[in-house]
């Protein structure tokens, strides 16, 4: 059995959140859930995590996950919003644990472990767990970062930004972990699914030429025509392509503020005497 998606679009990141469900028994996960953030202000908001919630309240979903494909550069993880809403257990990739140890370095956190233990689970490679009746496997895909993980769900992998759709490419892979050749060797990895395994995306940027954002596309579509990576591109040549076109990116311009959040599964930081939340800004770091 194939599970349901509905699929949610923030503007403001680029970023496509997942309800993902099995029509049987309306056991759902969600994935790469967004909470708003106006990096000007520092204010937070939660109007694209509420719309998932009316969504599951409305289809009375039952939700077991809230999934994070990797700890993101670019948005602030609703995982903790949407745990105290509507349920579910808030996992990662076991590799997070190298994100952490990195960033908590850079934040100075001194009061974050970097065990993993704020999330409630961390998949390992090849583990498979189920959605109601329909069987799952978490598969590490490193390279935009160490801790990325893609989700086959039935027939659907929710690949996080390990892919983008054939005509943006790739994902970058100078994050601290990050790693080029390893990024080709986790899509290879992709590759061997059938052809028309559905590919979720995390991100869609859209290219010149074409209108409106993205958020599916299939292994084959992946294959025939990945302007970085379609079959016949062999690790030399991507690895190249990749690493030249990595040193041209700016930074993202919420990496400071998501990746202290996220490292944290999603939880905000407590607030000072005063009452007030703080984030850190570490000069001359990055």
């Known amino acids: 059995m194939n599970p349901q998606v509905r699929s949610f679009f ?17 056991k759902a996960a969600v994935i790469d859930a967004v909470l708003d953030f106006d ?6 908001g939660s109007s694209g995590a509420d719309e998932i919630v009316a969504f599951v309240t409305g289809q009375r979903l039952r939700v077991d996950w809230i999934i994070d494909t990797h700890a993101h550069a670019d948005h602030l993880s609703a995982a903790w919003h949407l745990r105290e809403r509507i349920g579910g257990r808030i996992a990662v990739g076991e590799r997070i644990r190298e994100v952490q140890a990195h960033f908590a370095a850079v934040f100075g956190l001194a009061d974050l472990r970097p065990d ?3 999330f409630d689970h961390l998949f390992a490679d090849g583990e498979t767990y189920l959605i ?40 970058r892979c100078d994050f601290p972990g990050g790693d080029a050749r390893s990024l080709y060797r986790s899509i290879q990895r992709l590759f061997s699914m059938a052809d028309d ?27 025939r025509g990945n302007v970085h990576v379609h079959s ?21 311009k919420l990496l400071l503020p998501s990746l202290q959040v996220n490292i944290r599964a999603g939880e905000l930081p407590r607030a000072d005497s005063n009452g007030t939340r703080y984030l850190r800004i570490p000069l001359d770091a990055i």
């Open 10 to 26: 923030d503007a403001a990141t680029n970023t496509f959140s997942h309800v993902v469900w099995d029509p049987e028994t309306a």
């Open 39 to 44: 990096e000007a202000s520092g204010r937070t």
């Open 116 to 118: 993993g233990s704020q």
């Open 132 to 171: 109601g009746n329909i069987s799952a496997r978490a598969i590490a895909t490193p390279g935009h970062t160490p801790a990325c993980v893609t989700h086959l769900i039935g027939d659907a992998a929710f690949v996080g930004d390990t892919l983008f759709m054939p005509d943006y490419g790739t994902a």
């Open 197 to 223: 395994t559905r590919v979720f995306l995390c991100h869609d940027y859209a290219v010149p030429g074409r209108t409106g954002f993205v958020g599916e596309t299939t292994i084959g579509a992946q294959k």
């Open 232 to 252: 016949g591109v062999g690790e030399e040549a991507f690895v190249a392509l990749r690493s030249a076109r990595d040193a041209t990116l700016a930074v993202p």
